[in-house]
């Protein structure tokens, strides 16, 4: 007999950066060393409780399959929520999907054959490397400058485009970055896009999480978006509700969106309970996000205060989401950050943060960094950083030059 081999593409698949050290960090745990987890973008947030009213068995026992596009009452719901955020949908311009890991999936899909480019802004979201890997879509990486991360001029973003591009992809605000777009640099990729022929998957999902008095701008803000921009969207952040699982495609381009609605129908429905729970969520208003965006601002503070003290270490302010992308004096963040778990304790805890070379398409990028989500409470997060300074000092690598 002959043993079936699995395809190239799924060989290249690459592990989650973020969820790679898991089994490292249960093992740390099991011999009683409590971990500081700020590796993973988990908000440690309750959930609006209107979710949990919404979570109950139907009455007539009967669980039945959501249509594909989604249920009608949810896609209601998102035209109402992007309303209140200033964009203008129709139900026929949304997709509910299953979690905005699945929007970014489907987006991909619809704009890049295989052996096509897309373009994004490196370091990115990691989901983004296993999409393209399992379409053998080609990333085209534009390196971002640390420790801001903002976007290069117009002329270095177009110096990347070749006749395969298809798409831009930008997240504003930055996971893992923190960095929120300004007006101009939104409007400098969306009209690029136009310009060039191509889409902008504009990924939205920490849209209300923005800093100091912040707006965020919106690709679909930008005139002319309209048949260029495809957002993706989640509730997973800004309800702090990410094991429910939904997400939207949205574009107003009818083809993208016929293109989405049939590859919905692949996969027949998204949960219909989850679908349910986010309506009155997305018809709260801000009240919730407001809230969260407070708690994660002074978060962002705490953090940030207590990092920039470190010696040999640069960080700027983050200005949105939940993320500090920092740099630190080692040449191997891989090595580190599993060292931080296998061979370094204070005080019977340690701190697990995610290595910075999983957010980058460039090879060889991100080995002086790591991301931090600043999702624990103020006090656990001044730890966090007391245990990094801590274990940089310790650290047999560190790159003293
Ligand atoms: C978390 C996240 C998503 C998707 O999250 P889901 O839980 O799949 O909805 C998409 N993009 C970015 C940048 C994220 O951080």
């Not at 939904?246 to 989850?274: E, H, Q, Y």
């Not at 191997?332 to 701190?351: C, I, M, Q, Y």
């Not at 656990?380 to 560190?398: G, I, K």
């Amino acid at each position: 007999m002959t043993v079936p081999r699995i395809s190239d593409r799924a060989r290249r698949v690459p592990a989650s950066p973020i969820r790679a050290l898991t089994p490292l960090a249960a093992a740390t745990a099991a011999r009683g060393v409590r971990v500081l987890h700020v590796n993973i973008g988990q908000p440690d947030l309750p959930a609006p409780p209107e979710i949990l009213a919404e979570i109950r068995p139907p009455e007539d026992g009967i669980i039945p399959y959501a249509p594909s596009p989604g249920l009608p009452a949810t896609i209601a719901a998102w035209c109402r929520y992007y309303a209140e955020v200033g964009i203008s949908f129709r139900p026929q311009d949304i997709v509910i999907t299953t979690g905005g890991g699945e929007a970014i999936g489907f987006a991909m899909t619809v704009v890049a054959d295989p052996g096509d480019e897309i373009l994004l802004f490196d370091p990115t979201y990691a989901s983004y490397l296993g999409f393209a890997a399992a379409g053998s879509i080609t990333l085209v990486p534009i390196p971002l400058a640390p420790p801001t991360y903002h976007l290069p001029p117009a002329a270095i973003i177009a110096s990347h485009i070749t006749a395969r591009t298809r798409a831009i992809v930008l997240i504003n605000p930055g996971n893992p970055t923190g960095a929120v777009c300004t007006r101009a640099e939104v409007q400098t990729v969306v009209e690029l896009a136009r310009e060039h022929g191509l889409f902008v998957i504009a990924d939205e999902t920490y849209r209300e999480l923005v800093f100091d008095g912040r707006e965020h701008v919106s690709a679909m803000d930008i005139p002319g978006a309209d048949d260029v921009v495809i957002l993706v969207d989640s509730v997973s952040k800004r309800y702090s509700a990410t094991g429910l699982r939904v997400g939207c495609v949205a574009s107003k381009n009818p083809d993208v969106m016929a293109a989405v609605t049939r590859l919905a129908m692949a996969r027949l429905s998204s949960p219909t309970i989850a679908q349910q729970a986010v309506i009155p969520l997305l018809d709260a208003g801000t009240t919730y996000t407001a809230e969260i965006r407070a708690v994660y601002e002074s978060r962002r503070d705490a953090t940030y205060e207590a990092l920039r003290r470190l010696p040999g270490v640069t960080v700027a302010r983050p200005e949105g989401a939940f993320y500090v992308m920092v740099g630190l004096p080692i040449d191997d963040a891989n090595h580190f950050a599993r060292w931080l778990l296998t061979d370094f304790e204070s005080g019977g805890e340690t701190v697990m943060v995610a290595p910075g070379p999983g957010f980058y398409v460039t090879p060889g990028f991100g080995a002086r960094e790591v991301r931090l989500a600043y999702v624990l409470a103020e006090d656990d997060l001044r730890r966090a950083v007391s245990l990094l300074e801590e274990a940089l000092a310790a650290y047999p690598q560190r790159d003293v030059a």
